[in-house]
């Protein structure tokens, strides 16, 4: 089954072609940081009308890298929610009227199933079950997934998502947004062992996280430093450096204690932040130690991307799972999926 998969609901327009048996036939992305960057964040109105305008030629594009016409097209799968309502409108919509003139199946698709699945897309896919931690610009979670649509949330944040704390933080540096991946590059510069930033909840039992603490932390260490007049190049690379050691060490600690009261021996690390170089090289040591193994996406499928909504509508779409009404859910707990039924 061909399915071409739809991504909208943010500030990247993402449209791919999965094949159930020949795998990703093509994908492609348009990013709209530069359309926001100048506000210092996404806005909502501008991304709807960017979708628009782009949505329709990167169909074009995909289908002609992978030599197909829309008649080629089995099924189209869009993203329904979590994301701004007027984003995913503009996903459904074309998803939705897509399908109707060709008469093919469509479905809307969880976008944290998406992150979540994203791994599946690589030479050595995780089998089930395994724990997911998804760490995004929206999320910060940890789930127990079984099989497909069978996911049980062990822990999340309490406040901020992990990506969202990197990207205030790089705003406090006056770092350009989105601040992740900038407030990692400088943290290359930092030196460890000047600051030592506070490690949230992990001295409590249980699974869940708070990253508001750590951000305030942080900017008050950078007024200090102002005000000693002290905040030259490299304490702020240092600052960089403490912070993103804390979140690296605070994510690597719940998700230990997270495979160990499971029982389970995967961990599928998904979301912006899986990019990250240091949080990756932390858990591949740690899980070692436990006889362990972790499962990411290629760094391009750890953002949003269109290949994750395609293989996920994919495996449910081949199951006979359909949408027959336009409704986006802009909040959609993710435990609520089910498996598509038999
Ligand atoms: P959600 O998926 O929760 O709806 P989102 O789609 O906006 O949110 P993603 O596109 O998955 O989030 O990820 C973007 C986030 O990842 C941003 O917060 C960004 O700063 C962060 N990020 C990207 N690369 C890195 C990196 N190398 N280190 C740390 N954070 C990163
Ligand atoms: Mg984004
Ligand atoms: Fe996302």
Redesign the pocket.
Known sequence: MRVLGIET????TGVAIYDTDAGLLADALYSQIALHAEFGG?VPELASRDHTRKLLPLVDQVLGEAGLTKHDLDGIAYTAG??LVGALMVGACTAHGMARALHIPVLGVH??EG?LLAPMLEENPPPFPFVAL??????TQLVDVRGLGDYRLLGESVDD???????KV?KMLELP?????????LAEQGRSERFRFPRPMTDRPGLDFSFSGLKTHTLTALHKLREQDALDAQARADVARAF?DA?VDTLVIKCRRALKESGRQRLVV??????????REALDTALVKMGAQAFYPRGRF???NGAMIAYAGAQRLAAGQRSQTLQPRPRWPLAELTPPEA
Not at 177 to 185: I, K, N
Request: some cysteine; proline content about 6%; hydrophobic content about 35%.
């Open positions: 609901s943010c500030d990247e996404v979590p994301g976008h944290m992150h998804l760490v995004s610009g929206g999320h998502a992990a990506g969202e704390a990197f990207d790089a947004y989105p601040g992740g991946p900038q407030v990692a590059a993103e979140v998904a979301g912006g932040v899986s990019a990250n170089r240091r949080l750890c953002t949003d």
